[in-house]
């Protein structure tokens, strides 16, 4: 008969034998495990302090809802009117466009949108709009303008800033401070393919920053996809690459989504059918602007 100590041998070394197989497979566990993660990347999980980099999207737009009949025009000054260096006053006058109300479309509640209502935007030169939100025929200054000669672009605008775009919706007059300025070349001349950059402009704070319009306006052109076409570059200053880029073939205006806190310079340019530049002071066009999430 067996003693004690034989039967107790094999007892022993199947109790190691277990401990090793269960080890064994958890070590396996932890193995793949392993691997699975880094098979996905090996990121870490996105953390909620906001630092991660938003995902940036540019896309073209629809308009907003039509205001049939809506239109502005300059009153003052006349054309080719030569007025004397100082302060210049212009007049507009508009039908079937109410300055200083709300335009009630869901557009609004998206969008950088102005207390003050619709107004018109007076574009002088192209440089930066003037938002005037003044009654019909209230003179309404450019400032003091040096000698030169000068085109100011008018159109409605709907509260939220976008243009009423159609062919009778806006005006554009030419002028010239001092008389030695007469004959000077002005910077929109009659008959010449041009593209009028209007939005965004200036700073975007909060939910502002969320969705900002790129808008346009045209003037002796049409845009079509074998044809003359707008083209936005949104570069992130001291960035090497542009964080966004969008051809447009439609007269529409465009919105960016997920930029993040920064200084931002907008390009709007005119491209012909062999996507060159289209010659024109209005036809190259940068504004700096500040997003702050």
Same mark, same amino acid.
């Given at each position: 008969?067996?003693?004690?100590?034989?039967?107790?041998?094999?007892?022993?070394?199947?109790?190691?034998?277990?401990?090793?197989?269960?080890?064994?497979?958890?070590?396996?566990?932890?193995?793949?495990?392993?691997?699975?993660?880094?098979?996905?990347?090996?990121?870490?999980?996105?953390?909620?302090?906001?630092?991660?980099?938003?995902?940036?999207?540019?896309?073209?737009?629809?308009? +907003?809802?039509?205001?049939?009949?809506?239109?502005? @025009?300059?009153?003052?000054?006349?054309?080719?009117?030569?007025?004397?260096?100082?302060?210049?006053?212009?007049?507009?006058?508009?039908?079937?466009?109410?300055?200083?109300?709300?335009?009630?479309?869901?557009? @609004?509640?998206?969008?950088?949108?102005?207390?003050?209502?619709? &107004?018109? &935007?007076?574009?002088?030169?192209?440089?930066?709009?003037?938002?005037?939100?003044? +009654?019909?025929?209230?003179?309404?200054?450019?400032?003091?303008?040096?000698?030169?000669?000068?085109?100011?672009?008018?159109?409605?605008?709907?509260?939220? &800033?976008?243009?009423?775009?159609?062919?009778?919706?806006?005006?554009?007059?030419?002028?010239?401070?001092?008389?030695?300025?007469?004959?000077?070349?002005?910077?929109?001349?009659?008959?010449?393919?041009?593209?009028?950059?209007? @939005?965004?402009?200036?700073?975007?704070?909060?939910?502002?920053?969320? @969705?900002?319009?790129?808008?346009?306006?045209?003037?002796?052109?049409?845009?079509?996809?074998?044809?003359?076409?707008? &083209?936005?570059?949104?570069?992130?200053?001291?960035?090497?690459?542009?964080?966004?880029?969008?051809?447009?073939?439609?007269?529409?205006?465009?919105?960016?989504?997920?930029?993040?806190?920064?200084?931002?310079?907008?390009?709007?340019?005119?491209?012909?059918?062999?996507?060159?530049?289209?010659?024109?002071?209005?036809?190259?066009?940068?504004?700096?602007?500040?997003?702050?999430?």
């Amino acid at each position: 008969m067996p003693n004690a100590s034989s039967s107790y041998v094999p007892n022993f070394i199947d109790y190691l034998m277990i401990t090793f197989t269960r080890r064994l497979s958890a070590l396996a566990l932890v193995l793949a495990g392993l691997l699975i993660f880094a098979g996905c990347g090996g990121d870490a999980p996105e953390s909620d302090n906001g630092d991660d980099a938003n995902t940036v999207t540019l896309e073209a737009g629809e308009r +907003a809802p039509a205001i049939d009949g809506a239109m502005a @025009r300059f009153e003052v000054p006349e054309s080719e009117a030569v007025l004397e260096p100082g302060e210049v006053n212009v007049e507009v006058a508009v039908e079937n466009f109410t300055p200083g109300e709300q335009t009630e479309v869901p557009r @609004r509640e998206q969008l950088a949108n102005s207390g003050n209502g619709q &107004h018109t &935007h007076i574009i002088l030169n192209n440089d930066p709009y003037f938002a005037n939100y003044n +009654a019909e025929d209230e003179p309404f200054s450019l400032g003091e303008l040096e000698p030169g000669a000068y085109s100011a672009f008018v159109f409605p605008s709907r509260s939220f &800033h976008e243009s009423v775009k159609s062919e009778d919706a806006f005006d554009v007059v030419n002028f010239y401070v001092g008389e030695d300025a007469e004959g000077a070349d002005f910077p929109l001349e009659e008959g010449e393919p041009s593209i009028i950059y209007s @939005r965004p402009k200036g700073t975007y704070s909060g939910a502002d920053a969320e @969705r900002i319009m790129l808008d346009f306006y045209l003037y002796n052109v049409e845009l079509s996809e074998d044809g003359y076409r707008a &083209h936005y570059t949104i570069e992130e200053e001291g960035s090497d690459e542009p964080v966004a880029e969008l051809t447009m073939d439609e007269w529409t205006p465009a919105f960016v989504e997920g930029l993040d806190s920064g200084t931002y310079t907008f390009t709007l340019e005119l491209l012909d059918e062999n996507d060159e530049r289209v010659p024109g002071t209005f036809n190259y066009t940068e504004r700096e602007v500040e997003v702050e999430r």
